[in-house]
């Protein structure tokens, strides 16, 4: 076979397999948010039905819980559209995301892309995203990682629904800190020198001022942004 050839992305079983093997570490988090998310459920009057189909549908953590802060027992045309507003705004980073993979992953048929990208995580593509780094090819670790991530996190939304009523607030627990935890620890694999610091401190330092000066969920995209253009404008990283 060429090398060219052999250098092509693909999707294989063992990619997928390899994506769940990866993705192991990461699943005590998982099951924590996922629960956490099933137990506030609970709380805002959701019926079990509505909370596993909203973590097989939506499949967004932070998005489904924020989302429940605008939750109301009874909907108006502007209800909707203000947690719509508020579920892309949180999800927004989405589109950087799948900017940066296109390069690897924008090969692969769309029979087999598009319905691969309903599971894109931040879990999951910073899996994959370490994997590539590495030299790897098969884009089957992206959706090998991304179904294990979307199983764990519909099952647990059912015992988190169940013992919701234990568990007056969750956020008393700092369960809504664990993502964020196990996000700042999954930097630490695809940290690649000292020149990484720039944007992540750009981002994180506008993301803190932007949720000062604006309420709601726009920091997040804000930070996100602008650690991206931060580290698009630096120059090349020299490999000496």
Known sequence: MPETAARRPFVSSEGLRLGARLSIPFLPGIVIF?????????????????????????????????????????????SILAITLLVFTVNARM???GA????????????ILWPGMFVLTDANWIVAERYRREGGMDVGVLFGSGILFWVVWVIVAVPGYVVGSLVEEP???GLDFVMPIIFAGMCVPIWK??????????????????????????FIVAGAVSGAVTAAVLPERSDA
């Open 193 to 218: 020198g000292r020149q990484d610091l720039i944007p992540w401190i750009v981002a994180g330092a506008v993301a803190l001022i932007t949720s000062v000066l604006s309420p709601g969920y726009a």
């Open 34 to 78: 996922g629960s956490a998310f099933g137990a506030a459920a609970a709380q805002k009057g959701l019926t079990l039905l509505e909370a596993v189909l909203s973590s097989a549908i939506v499949f967004a953590g932070a998005a489904q819980l924020v989302s429940l802060e605008l939750w109301r027992e009874s909907w108006s045309l502007g």
């Open 95 to 97: 589109i950087l995301m």
């Open 100 to 111: 940066s993979i296109q390069p690897w992953a924008g090969s692969i048929p769309g029979r």
């Open 171 to 173: 956020r008393r627990f």
